[in-house]
């Protein structure tokens, strides 16, 4: 998998939620915060203001769309105008959030275009008139709106940004070092290995990659199996001699004690819990 597909796939949990809202002026609406959610708001027809604490309010027009990585409450109002919104949240697992989503600000604003629109466009359609099929279509298009959020932001921030996530997914050298890693996250890595898949020297690569994601290579490495390996006790009943082999650990004493430092309790625990 690439490194967005699978980073959407692990954080995930539960069942994405979204409806299509149509507000008559004058109309406001308060959202609460929701820790451990990510939403979205999305104007379909008409406009409205979005309201955060301490923060300029925001003007959005048909066609805009809000994501909210962290679940930051707000208030979406208007007074003279009726308006039609689609709104969600996904459930994410807090202990396999990747920093490529802490890496977000509190609110992405983002015009629907392109693959987005077309995404906006039949999660309208099929919120508006639910036929057979509804049940399965609807998570699945959220699940899409998700990455192509993610998609639009990363793929558009560079231009912006020096460091950082959206730097590193779209920085040759360490895309191709990450790209290495999420394919077989269970090879024998090292620092040298990751470098020669990515074209450059042991050391440039190593400051490079820190520099971009914010944590040394084999970090990230090791923190990336833990994650994978959370998902897999969680979603799966394999024992524990295979999930360690499944993140690179021939040794279950070996791959217990790299899940106990990172997690803070041991495989079997974290299952059972």
Known sequence: MDVL???????????????????????????????????????????????????????????????????????????EEDTVTLCGAYEVAPARVHPLLLDLPELVHLSARDELRSAV???????????????????????????????AWFTERPAHSATGWAAALNDPV??????????????????????????????????????LTGRPPMTYLTWWRMTVAARVLRESDASLSAVAAEVGYRSEFAFAAAFKREHGVAPGRYRRA
């Open 174 to 211: 360490v895309s191709a070092a990450l790209q290495a890693i999420h394919r077989e996250p269970a090879r024998p890595w090292t620092v040298a290995a990751l470098a020669s898949e990515s074209g450059l020297s042991r050391a440039p690569f190593a400051r490079r990659f820190a520099a």
């Open 5 to 79: 597909s699978d980073v959407v796939a692990v954080m995930r949990t539960g069942k994405p939620v979204a409806a299509r809202v149509s507000w008559c002026a004058p109309w406001s609406q308060e959202f609460a915060p929701v820790p451990g959610a990510a939403g979205f708001q999305i104007v379909l027809h008409g406009s409205c203001q979005l309201l955060r604490h301490d923060v300029e309010p925001l003007v959005l027009n048909s066609g805009d769309v809000v994501f909210l990585p962290h679940g930051q409450g707000h208030t979406l109002t208007h007074q």
């Open 121 to 151: 466009t039949l999660l309208d359609t099929e919120l508006r008139d639910r036929g057979l099929g509804s049940d399965a279509l609807v998570p699945a298009l959220l699940d899409a709106l998700l990455v192509y959020l993610l998609r």
